[in-house]
Nanobody, 124 residues
């Protein structure tokens, strides 16, 4: 069973930066699409960013130019580097992995594996 473990969340002031990491129990990101989702209180979980094994990336419009997703050479860690953070970025951030790469990238149902989440809080 694949396990995903996120780290790197915390409290930061608006305009600051954070780096989230997601460690997988195996090299799944060499064959699986990796993604980050987030969920704010009272809201549905929403797509943030994704990267395929070949390195193609997708971002939701609200984070384009501010966030960057990447994987390491060993393909067992996915990183979300976040810059110019805003209070509206406050949420629990979840790492996810999808075995079927050609499924809708923004749909939670496309993903087979999920981490436990890490809290990101941006103060104004």
């Amino acid at each position: 069973q694949v396990q995903l473990v996120e780290s790197g969340g915390g409290l930061v002031q608006a305009g600051g930066s954070l780096r989230l990491s997601c460690a997988a129990s195996g090299r799944i990101f060499s064959t699986h699409r990796a993604a980050w989702f987030r969920q704010a209180p009272g809201k549905e979980r929403e797509f943030v960013a994704a990267i395929t094994p070949s390195g193609s990336t997708n971002y939701t419009d609200s984070v384009k130019g501010r966030f960057a997703i990447s994987t390491d050479n060993a393909k067992n860690t996915v990183v979300l580097q976040m810059y110019s953070l805003k209070p509206e970025d406050t949420a629990v951030y979840y790492c996810a992995g999808a075995s079927a790469i050609h499924t809708p990238v923004v749909a939670t149902a496309s993903y087979d594996y999920w981490g436990q989440g890490t809290q990101v809080t941006v103060s104004s």
